[in-house]
């Protein structure tokens, strides 16, 4: 684990797009993205931005990100979890 909060932490993806691909993921079991609290889709966020920050500060090469969510198996969620994918993105 990268980093924990409160209701939520971060982990480095098992299955990378990129190096640092990072997955924000909510504590609690939702499977829809939809259905967590306004606080727990605050924390994410924090969390998002916070690791953002720190990816920027870390490596240099890196000059945008991918940041996604898949809804639903049809929409490519093959983890029942929700949870936001922050992909770093060089040239």
Known sequence: MLREAELAYVIADRF????G????IPKP?????????QGEL???HLLLKEMRER??????????????INAGAVAGQ??????IHLIPRRQ
């Open 21 to 24: 691909h990072l997955l924000i």
């Open 55 to 68: 990816i920027l500060d870390e490596e240099k090469d890196v000059l945008g990100f991918n940041v996604g």
């Open 42 to 44: 605050a924390q994410c």
């Open 29 to 37: 079991h939702e499977p829809s993205w939809f259905e967590l609290s």
């Open 16 to 19: 990378p797009v990129t190096a």
């Open 78 to 83: 093959t983890v029942m979890h929700s949870h």
